[in-house]
């Protein structure tokens, strides 16, 4: 385990991701930003904690359809169960780049999002943090209704269901 400023900051091969990014001219990363804002109100944090959710070890990702065409709004949250001040607040910034860097190919317009870190992100490799992040936003994206079915067809599905499991009880 590093010790010193590697222990605090993420070690150099937990930086692996940023190596394989394209480069600019001037040596930057060159990866698009989209805007983004971020959720700050518990009635927000609440409302998306309703919807459908991606469990990850290190982090969980939530996630809620506004139904407007705004940017997409990013909430983090780390417990006092994660760990101390400056564990919580590592783990808070590594989210938010991990956030940041994936934010132009995988966040959707008019969506909120929560990311949940856990305890046993402290031990996760910032890449691999980044992979299950990835992954979890893709198992949501299978979850994302794409034709959204009426009230008649849900009902009709349900009551189907119902008299099936009658019908074998008799």
Same mark, same amino acid.
């Given at each position: ?26 040596? %930057?990363?060159? =990866? $698009?930003?989209? &805007?983004?804002?971020? #959720?700050?109100?518990?009635? /927000?944090?609440?409302? *998306? ?46 989210? %938010?780049?991990? =956030? $940041?860097?994936? &934010?132009?190919?995988? #966040?959707?317009?008019?969506? /909120?999002?929560?990311? *949940? ?54």
């Amino acid at each position: 385990m590093p010790v010193g400023r590697a222990a605090a900051s993420g070690s150099v091969h937990d930086r692996t991701l940023l190596r394989c990014l394209p480069r600019t001219g001037e040596g %930057r990363v060159g =990866v $698009r930003v989209v &805007a983004m804002e971020r #959720l700050r109100r518990r009635k /927000d944090f609440l409302a *998306v904690a309703t919807g459908p959710s991606a469990p990850t070890p290190g982090l969980v990702v939530q996630v809620r359809q506004r139904g407007d065409n705004g940017p997409p709004r990013v909430g983090f949250t780390v417990s006092k169960k994660v760990g101390s001040a400056v564990e919580r607040n590592r783990l808070r910034r590594q989210l %938010r780049e991990i =956030v $940041r860097l994936s &934010a132009a190919t995988a #966040l959707h317009t008019g969506s /909120d999002y929560v990311v *949940v870190g856990r305890r046993a992100a402290l031990g996760i490799p910032f890449f691999r943090l980044t992979e299950d992040f990835i992954g979890a936003l893709k198992r949501l994206e299978k979850r994302r209704p794409s034709v959204s079915r009426t009230a008649s067809e849900a009902n009709s599905s349900t009551s189907r269901q119902i008299s099936s499991a009658d019908q074998s009880r008799s």
